[in-house]
């Protein structure tokens, strides 16, 4: 067991004590299954109400991976990509998901981790003005993360961008929100709910990280986009039995605002980090402002800090930098941050 | 919320009390990722031992059709099929996630759920006489269930049949074990985990239906006999970020050996219900050992039972039978027992 | 090479020597690529006319098994599978190519060849009455052949039932011609091109064994059934580069009626060889009326006659019995018949 | 039908004479199927023979999308992508043939069409600096095509580095010979079947574009490397019924070295014309040595020689120029040369 500070990622430990809870309370009664039982339906009601959507379809998954090909696989056709960028999570860390259901994943240029309405529209004329366009993957899909993977933020702006210039180009809007509560906790932010209601085609409200055992949230704003969605999700192998163990989760996220709360002391711990970062002469290599700080670093203060905590490696910079990641989380204690300013 | 008494399945309720007290007692630790963590490695060592199998690989899934369709996939050569009982799981009820991967699901006739050594060679005789065999999916695995989808048990001397067939033919064994703890808690029962261990290529140990939230353990007996599995499971979306929600169950379950004793309740339930069906003169469709029970009944009967109890339909028998389901779990309480029995 | 008189199968040779003509004439002018060019253009009006149906999407594939796949795929959703008799084309001779587009066969009983529209209709119930439909591979479309694999023909009064049966039960109706022309040669023939334009969603007019060196014309009769099917195509790797290839070969085909007579020489070949057969007191195994000719032989008859003639095995009838097919076909000669007779 | 003077690209006509001559000949032969026959088996003898490579698997394929899918797709593991030049054909004008194999074309940066074996081993080290490399499509295999789609050439040097710098990081290489005999017409080229033979796991040599109505030659060097690659292709629908009809082709292409001098009359055509250009002031985009010349032109060059002369949009070079294509053939006649320099 590694015993050092732990600023990894957040996804290291269990569930919120309120959402084990409910897990406990409930753990004997017996419900209808598949995600037919009375805490998922309330859960959806609640994530609805939340969204300002009452004609929304919400659909439960595990995790982000499945969650991602099992969306984009239901809403392209055969001969269509998804544009995302270079950086995003469908382009690098899901093992080719997306290719598996026969997607190309297209990638755009991105700037912290964000993409721009510009680039999207450049890949879609590229497609256009190509006389053989019938024999090139047709652009279907806009994948972005909220916030980035690179910790960024879109503003209200930037994804009303987004989204107009998806729609007026033929083009559907899918946010992973797989982080989204950061964004939530985080004064910077001004893309609320139910603004991702009205400019997405579906997003998902992420658990995993957030504050549950597992568990991701899809919203397709629009009832029945998709007909029988609940086949696709159960040919992709992602449909739960126990389907309430996701239900009473989000029922719990989604009961006296937890879920937009629940991150405030990682945007606390991040600020403070970032602040001790900047005063003791570090670089920030990305200007995030949610729960991952990045760092440029050199092997030497790498090799320094990591005797003590547990970071993450992102990419070279350059010959003598590294970027590094720290990461709080729902559930970092003060104490940690403090250990960690004090090795700084 | 249905309030009837609860026999519709055995995955209706949480997990077993121990289990959930485990994840709670764990919950705020901090661990490695994506099943890396030290509960994880612990769970998978005593999986190994108790399967007397010390090089075997064990990974743990979510849930049974994304075990199942990764499992093959990850086998198979993209021409190759797999022969299964047509009452088997992937035949029916996995929505094509199987084909998903590329794969036929070859059908095999059965008696009881079950197939047989010789109907798997005729399968395979068939293939190798056509002329144009390479025009044909090859035979390339066969998959079997432990208890069956109709609750029967393979006996020690079929499963080794089977296995001596199928690898005298080149086909890989592959056993669905998502109700196996109600083999193991069953006196007709002569098949341990040490001799699925020997005979199959590869099998999965149910959690869901037996006693966790969710979770199955692949046990592939031969080491690497698929190089890179995790990056399968990747693709297929099946690894979870917080690979320890299963870890900690599994190896709840496979400490002090309750996993070999948690279905004694379920068995004994269906015994006595069995028994009473019998007095009461209702037909057993299906001579059954395990937890559940599959009866005959008009629909007459039906309705006057349905009134109070959930169950489950089968399948028309006649024009004037239907085959319903009455299944017992883990958690089926002796009250509960008692008031079906005063109902038939 | 084989030296033994040919009657193996129907595509043993090149095309017809008009048709060889005519690629010969135009062989050195340059036209458009990608089937763009007059002469798919002028090959695909005559289909239509044929058809009588002037809206009809036409589209040239090079062989069989690739239109199968394509087609199937472009009209399935991903959780459908296609109904087809145990003994058709998808269901066997295709190594799988219909599941690799993530389908599944569901099979059908037949009988000489042909299923029935209650069996279709027995099918689709047993979806319905699923309580876990939405878990099983829905049924999305009928697949058939005219000729069937056993040479036998659809009447119009079956193919009008089971057209009816899909069409109320919201399938669509596929209608595999590989064949076409040797129905289309046969007296006891009562369906023909605008029929199926009438009767079928989508069907194919076959090549490669009626006449060209290869290339089949799928016909949707209804214009953009599926948009952007040419992507689809081309996802598929079967859109050929210089697809006038096979677009002069059809103009040629539907040229002075060709399509429709070509074949009377197999159909009276066979006629005279069934004849014999039954005279000399063979057992014919199927009552075909087309190209094809399925005699229960003995070993030693089999032994036999392949000494001089080529001659496919089909199947196992019984201990002593085999399943063997003379094939003739548009380019069978007199002088072959007449020594096949005298060997038999 | 498109009068003007034919420049578009190098598959407008039918087949060389010699090979038109040769089906004409063997029209009604009647011969085995599938690729069985005694025309294949010479043609693959001849291959052999002029790879030097005894060993050698050869099949025949009908284009060169379905060519590049089923090569890629029997050699790669489900979570393995190729890398491929940004401009490579699988990465453009194959609408997805790759990814619906379940792989990602993994993108390049490319110099004229080309890319090093630099680029590829910095392709290689990012996946496996990265700490999650497990998550990421892990690089497979190398696609590059002589010439390239810029009409470039590798010469032996770098062809030698790249397969060198492939086979050290466990990677196989592939060309993709479309064009092949353009190159082997060309007097700048120094690289041969031989050494294709010995530098690459698997490429093929282009008919389509080189001479033939249609096909394909894919060559193994090493015998056996995909075993029951004849299922492959079947189930990617690539087999054709009448195999003889590319196998008469290639045997005819491969008799008295046609191959290797059947593109001179192309090489010249395009040299004459690059002189005319250069002479004339134009601007070569690309310095391509083989049938394709690529030009800068202006808006009012484009129109201008538009009205007389078939060329192909390429791509946006800046605000005012655009690049285009002019391309010979092995038709190509003297006459077009020179009424198309006398238009310039």
């Known amino acids: 067991m590694d015993t050092r500070i732990p600023f990894a990622c957040d996804y290291m430990e269990g569930a919120h004590p309120i959402v084990m809870q409910r897990l406990m309370e409930t753990n004997l009664m017996k419900t209808d299954v598949y995600g037919a039982d009375h805490f998922s339906e309330s859960a959806k009601a609640k994530i609805r109400e939340a969204c300002e959507a009452p004609d929304a379809d919400v659909w439960f998954f595990v995790g982000g991976t499945q969650t991602n090909a099992t969306v984009i696989d239901s809403l392209l056709l055969p001969y269509q990509g998804v544009l995302s960028a270079v950086t995003g999570h469908i382009s690098i860390h899901e093992a080719g998901a997306v290719e598996r259901g026969g997607h190309r994943v297209i990638m755009l240029p991105q700037k912290s981790g964000k993409i721009s309405a510009a680039s999207i529209l450049k890949a879609v004329e590229t497609w256009r003005c190509d006389g053989n366009r019938a024999h090139v ?13 690179f910790g960024t933020l879109y503003s209200l702006r930037e994804l009303t961008e987004i989204s107009e210039t998806c729609h007026e180009n033929g083009l559907l809007l899918y946010l992973d929100g797989a982080r989204l509560a950061y964004a939530f906790a985080c004064e910077e932010n001004d893309v609320w709910l139910p603004d991702l209601a009205r400019l997405c085609d579906v997003f998902y409200i992420g658990g995993t990280k957030c504050g549950t055992l597992l568990g991701e949230a899809v919203v397709f704003p629009k009832h029945d986009l998709v007909p029988n969605f609940f086949s696709i999700m159960k040919q992709h192998g992602a449909v739960l039995a126990k389907g309430r163990i996701v239900g009473i989760q989000f029922d719990t996220m989604f009961t006296d605002g937890l879920y937009m709360k629940i991150c405030r002391p990682a945007i606390e711990a991040a600020k403070k980090i970032r602040t001790a970062l900047t005063e003791r002469g570090y670089t920030l290599a990305i200007d995030s402002p949610t729960n991952q700080i990045f760092i440029s670093m050199t092997k030497e203060q790498i ?17 003598t930098h590294t970027m590094m990641r720290i990461c709080t989380g729902w559930s970092t204690t003060e104490e940690d941050v403090e250990k960690l300013i004090a090795l700084l």
């Open 137 to 149: 993957v047709m652009p279907g899909m806009v994948y972005i993360s909220q916030p980035t993977e």
């Open 303 to 319: 090799e320094a800090l990591s005797e003590n905590v547990q970071i993450s490696y992102m990419e070279e910079i350059d010959e």
